[in-house]
């Protein structure tokens, strides 16, 4: 199973193929490769699988997903 969780970039250095961001997940912060959404920029939310930004999301999209995850992890906390 594959799993790809929404982030919001904070920050964006190099160009092309070595553009890399600094994006929050949750306020877990993590280096990930832009390389796939030239198109992103700080302040945008995105897909991250294995290191590497995907797509890009709308907020509300965003945040709808975010929702889901935290719905998950309360049931899985409360059992």
């Known amino acids: 199973m594959c799993l790809a ?3 919001k970039i904070i920050s964006i250095k190099g ?3 070595s553009r890399m961001g600094r994006v929050s997940f949750g306020g877990v ?3 990930v490769s832009l390389a796939y959404v030239p198109e992103a ?3 945008d ?3 991250v699988h294995v290191g590497f930004a995907i797509s890009k999301l709308d907020l509300e999209e965003a ?3 975010l ?3 935290q719905q ?3 049931s899985a906390n409360s059992d």
Do not use: M, N
Request: proline share 4%; hydrophobic share 40%.
């Open 15 to 17: 160009e092309d193929l």
């Open 67 to 69: 929702t889901y995850l």
């Open 41 to 43: 920029q700080a302040g």
């Open 5 to 7: 969780v929404p982030g």
């Open 29 to 31: 912060v993590k280096e």
């Open 45 to 47: 939310y995105v897909v």
């Open 63 to 65: 945040e709808q997903t």
């Open 72 to 74: 998950i992890a309360a």
